[in-house]
């Protein structure tokens, strides 16, 4: 299944050619959840803090479907 995937806040460093919020395209097998995906792209789990799945928060465990967009944030802190 194809995948838009977008990481964000520094988290593009685990994935050559990428840039922060800036789409590209993963192949991930069937019945594959978000846990799957960021073993795929070597994001460690605790790096993600918040996944969105089309555009609402979806925990670890999501079964994702074809073309589905991704957003993968790290914890942010802030004052």
Known sequence: MELEVRLFAGLHRYV????????????AGE????TDLLKQLGIPEKAAFVTLVNGSASPAST?????????????????
Do not use: M, Q
């Not at 019945?31 to 978000?34: E, H, L, P, R, S």
């Not at 079964?63 to 004052?79: N, S, T």
């Open 63 to 79: 079964v994702l479907k074809d073309r589905d967009r991704v957003g993968i944030f790290p914890p942010v802190g802030g004052g």
């Open 31 to 34: 019945n594959a959840t978000i």
């Open 16 to 27: 050559e050619g990428t840039k922060s919020g800036e789409p590209f395209t993963v192949h």
